[in-house]
Structure formats: C-alpha cells, structure tokens
C-alpha cells in the first residue's frame, strides 16, 4: 500500500513539473513564435529547409545607384510586430545567383514598426532559365533571450533586381560572341574651338555563335557625346553601326566626348560618368550592354572635365 502510494505521489510530482516547464516561448524551426504551453526547446529545433514567413517580419529586396556601382543588392527586413529582433546573421540564398550572398555584420536590431537595409555583395548570375526565388536565412535573436534559425521567402518588389538578372545573362550571351573594353587613356583634341577627348572602345570577338550589332551608344551622366566632324551634340546617343561575329577581326570604335555638366559636384558627386551603354542587337534580340572605364582611365577623364569646364 505504501509503495504504491509513493508511485502515485511521484507521478504527480513529475505531472505538476511538466506543467510549470517552458515559461517562455520559444522560437521554432519553423521561425514561428509557438505559445507558452506549446513551446520547443531552442536545443531541440532543427534549421529550416523552405521559406516559412515569420508572423510580422518581412523582407524584400531592392537596388539603389550606389548598390549598382558597388556589385550588390540590400535586403529590408521590417519589422511589424510589436517586439524587437536583433539580426545575429544574414544570408541571402537565389535561384539566380550562383553563390549565398552573406551579410558581414551581426547585432543588427529591428525596432518594432522599423526597417533595415542589409546590403550583400553579389555572386555569379545563374542564367538557367528557372524562375527568380530569393530567399534570407536568418540567424535571429530577441529581447527575452529567445533564439532561433528562420528563413523569410524576400520579394523582389520593385522588379530591380529581375531586371539586373536579366540584363546579366543577356550580356553574358552577348559576350560569348564579342567582348567590350576600354583601352588607353582619353586623347584630348581641339574641334571647333572647343576642348573634346577620344576613347576607344574595342570589340573583341569571342569565337561564340551569332553576331553581335551595336546600334546606338548612350550618353552618361558625365559626359556628353558629340559628332567626331563637327563637335555637335548628340542629345539621344551617337549611331555606330558595327556588326561583328565571333570570328571576326577585333575593331575598334572611338567615341567623342564633352563634359555633359560642368557645376561643382560634377566630378565630386559622380558614380556611373564613365559607363558607358550601347544598344545592340543580339541574333535579333534588342537589349543594352555596358562598358566600363579602368580606374586609371576614369582619373584621366575627371582631369579632362575639370580642364574643358575651367576653359568654358
């Protein structure tokens, strides 16, 4: 009789245990944040394998000018429940880049109804043809000592980064038939009494099927072009009416340039003045390639403006 009175003693000893166990919630595999009496361990849980949304976190992705010229894309993570997170790691995972993409910082807090821009760097486009999916695996951390892996589906909501996907795997195509550089410096010439300078731009046949046409070049937000014989303006772009194949000879193409502005922050403030963008065609496909200036070269145009403007 006392042996099993002392059973039923211990039994609910351990019932009345269970019931006061797990006082705080605690975040699942799933990123959800479960109740009091439902709660899993953080020990217990496993890492996510698809994108299971978080309730009041959301992420999306977009790409302002400067994260054109630095190679990379932010991530916005906001916030809209009523507590803060603090980001402990971030990375972004995509169908059409070939690499995670890894922000480099931790102890980022979200304050409840803000957001935050986590800036990764860029890896290799995959040109697969599948459909973009982005996903962000975040290691997250909140105020009362909750922890725990999650994974937010981030949505692409300005359409910027689809566009650069596919701008990167048209130019990508387009350079198997023939590539784009600039080579040497500005050569610095008089025409009709004014200052203009000359670069070359080559194109290099790659040996790929195809050819490759390039219609139009754009100006750029430093530099205007102008016509080569009588140092006319050209407000829409100058014609260059070269078409190559990928076993063509290599060409060269010069491009004649005037400062497109000539205020104070022209060169202080600039981002993209030596970029330059040509309208090709592409086995019958119309898009846009860009071209570059080395760093030695763009230095040797910000020279050439601040010369052309004082002499204006």
Do not use: W
Not at 14 to 38: I, K, Q, R, Y
Not at 161 to 175: I, M, R
Not at 187 to 209: H, I, K, S
Not at 230 to 251: F, K, L, M, N
């Amino acid at each position: 009789m006392e042996l099993a009175a002392a059973r039923v003693l211990l039994a609910l000893v351990v019932l009345l245990l269970g019931a006061c166990a797990g006082t705080d919630a605690e975040v699942v595999a799933t990123g959800d944040v479960v109740p009091v009496d439902d709660a899993v361990p953080v020990d217990d849980a496993v890492s996510t394998t698809g994108a299971v949304p978080v309730e009041g976190l959301t992420a999306t992705l977009d790409q302002g000018r400067m994260d054109v010229v630095a190679g990379q894309v932010l991530v916005r993570l906001t916030n809209g429940s009523a507590a803060a997170v603090t980001v402990q790691g971030l990375s972004l995972e995509s169908t059409g880049f070939a690499q995670p993409m890894t922000y480099d910082r931790s102890g980022i807090v979200v304050e409840p109804g803000r957001a935050v821009d986590l800036r990764v760097a860029l890896s290799e486009v995959v040109c697969s043809g599948l459909p973009l999916e982005h996903e962000a695996h975040l290691d997250l951390k909140f105020g009362d000592g909750r922890a725990g892996d999650v994974v937010l589906p981030v949505v692409d909501e300005t359409g910027r980064v689809a566009d650069l996907h596919a701008a990167e795997c048209f130019a990508a195509e387009a350079g198997e038939v023939a590539s784009l550089s600039i080579v040497g410096g500005p050569q610095e010439r008089d025409l009709g009494g004014a200052p203009v300078a000359e670069l070359t731009v080559r194109v290099t046949p790659q040996g790929g099927p195809g050819s490759l046409e390039l219609v139009l070049v754009r100006n750029t937000t430093l530099l205007q072009l102008v016509d080569p014989g009588t140092g006319e303006r050209q407000p829409d772009g100058y014609p260059v009416g070269v078409t190559v194949s990928g076993s063509d000879r290599a060409r060269d193409v010069v491009l004649t340039v005037v400062p497109a502005r000539c205020d104070a922050h022209a060169v202080a403030e600039d981002k993209q003045g030596t970029r330059f963008r040509f309208d090709v065609v592409l086995d019958g496909r119309e898009d846009t390639v860009g071209v570059a200036a080395p760093a030695e070269v763009t230095v040797a145009v910000y020279d050439f403006v601040q010369r052309a403007c004082e002499e204006s």
